[in-house]
């Protein structure tokens, strides 16, 4: 249990750089893809805007620092949500926030929904299956457990979220007609 817990400031200073950086990350790939946030797919991050999400997660980052455990789960998650972001974030800038939004839209609209979720599950087991197996190979050992936990929360996001937008494309659709 005492590892739950950064109790010196060498271990804090530690956490707090790795979740300020990882945040900062996940904020940077974020405005590059959708600076007036109408991607954003995360509805708190949306309705908070650029500068209370900011003051927030800098707050939430000297917060969690404090405990190593979900500071390792949010830095793992937060890096790979801005991987995921950077991949895309190139098409968003280049189309523009209401042509890449449009272009998912009409995309969306020619895929047969059992195929995009079946295909987004898929995606979501497969990711969160190598964070579980890499929890359940931790023996309780902190970083790699925490890894995992970050890498199988990741893949629920991706999947809750991705799930989330779809249903909103499909209702614009649906309206739209």
Known sequence: MEELMALNYRDYGLYCAVLVVSRSMDFLSTWIATPNLLLEANPIAKKLGWK????????????????????????TTSALVAARNFQSAWVMHTLGEHGYREW???RLDHTPPGLYVFCLLAQGVLIGG??????????????????????????????????LGWWRARRQLRTNF
């Open 104 to 106: 998912v839209i009409e």
């Open 130 to 163: 190598v964070g579980g197996i890499l929890m359940a190979c931790s023996k309780w050992q902190l970083a790699p457990f925490a890894i995992g936990l970050g890498i199988l929360t990741y893949a629920l996001a991706v999947v809750v979220y991705s799930l």
């Open 52 to 75: 209370w999400g900011i003051l927030i997660n800098l707050v939430l980052c000297f917060g969690f620092a404090v405990w190593p455990l979900p500071a390792i789960v949010i830095a």
